[in-house]
């Protein structure tokens, strides 16, 4: 059973950091984009970065680009997203994602995690 679990969400200030985790399992990852997405209140899930597991190759949308990075460890299978100079619109529910062979900046993804709060107090 091939499961994503997100940790590291809470609370912040503007200007500060947190980094997020993404410990994933059941499967081989090798061959795997992994992947940040992030849901607002009333808004469309959106892309914010992703990485490419074997590779290390990443992407990273506009908004996000220079403040954020997204790195594995494979010892730990996990994906991480550090996260700096965090603003109040960065506020929102962050997803890990998982999905064969390529990175894309849409939802379709294969695998899903439950998702973890970042709220950025302004």
């Known amino acids: 059973q091939v499961q994503l679990v997100e940790s590291g969400g809470g609370l912040v200030q503007a200007g500060g950091s947190l980094r997020l985790s993404c410990a994933a399992s059941?499967?081989?990852?090798?061959?795997?984009?992994m992947g940040w997405f992030r849901q607002a209140p009333g808004k469309e899930r959106e892309f914010v970065a992703a990485?490419?597991?074997?590779?290390?190759?990443?992407l990273y949308a506009d908004s996000v680009k220079g403040r954020f990075t997204t790195f594995r460890d494979n010892a730990k299978n996990t994906v991480s997203l550090q996260m700096n100079s965090l603003k109040p619109e960065d506020t929102a529910v962050y997803y890990c994602?998982?999905?064969?062979?390529?990175?894309?900046?849409?939802?379709?993804?294969?695998?899903w995690g439950q998702g973890t709060q970042v709220t950025v107090s302004s």
């Open positions: 990485i490419m597991w074997t590779s290390g190759n990443t």
């Open positions: 994602a998982a999905r064969p062979y390529v990175i894309v900046q849409t939802t379709n993804y294969e695998y």
């Open positions: 059941g499967r081989t990852f090798s061959s795997y984009a």
